[in-house]
């Protein structure tokens, strides 16, 4: 029983955190590309922000790459900017497409944060862990849990 449980977090773990944001950032360069409009991606993680990040590096995925951790959690990294979500030093449209994976459960307006990815891009591609996945309900930083509808929902750690 412990092994299916372990095997199964595993498995929601790898398709949720590697697969699925990789297919989506390959179709949102696409998207970029044929608009002849850079790419951003939002959340591309540090080494002390994210067990992946920490595996495998910060995703690279864009023209421009920020994440959300303070800068000095990750000392040098030229390729990767910081910065806050919620305010975004871009002109209104000036990307093609933006990809934000595992990002919209951290912050503390997840609705706010999305209205703005929709100014500054023309479209958002969008990746939260589901329900299901035992890393959405215990990884310390998850403020929200988004539905199926859209809809954001607080964690029952998260103080109201």
């Known amino acids: 029983m412990i092994t299916s449980l372990l095997c199964f977090a595993a498995g929601a773990y790898v398709l949720d955190v590697l ?3 990789a297919e989506a950032a390959a ?3 696409q998207r970029a590309h044929l608009r002849n ?3 951003l ?3 591309a993680g ?3 922000s994210s067990m992946r990040s920490g595996l495998f590096g910060p995703t690279l995925w864009g023209d421009a790459n920020l994440d959300l951790a303070a800068p000095e959690l990750a000392p040098g990294p030229d390729w990767v900017s910081f910065g806050d979500a919620h305010a975004l030093p871009f002109p209104d449209k000036y990307f093609g497409a933006v990809i934000a994976s ?3 459960e951290h912050v503390d307006h997840p609705h706010a944060v999305l209205a703005e990815l ?3 891009a023309d479209e958002v591609y969008v990746i939260t862990p589901p329900w299901w996945t035992p ?4 990884h310390p930083g998850h403020q929200w849990l988004r539905r199926p509808d859209g809809h954001f929902v607080p964690l029952w750690r998260r103080e109201t």
């Open 19 to 21: 697969v699925r944001p």
């Open 27 to 29: 179709v949102a360069r």
């Open 37 to 39: 409009k850079p790419l």
């Open 41 to 43: 991606n939002i959340g």
């Open 46 to 48: 540090t080494p002390q």
């Open 102 to 104: 595992h990002v919209l």
């Open 118 to 120: 929709h100014r500054v």
């Open 135 to 138: 890393h959405a309900w215990l």
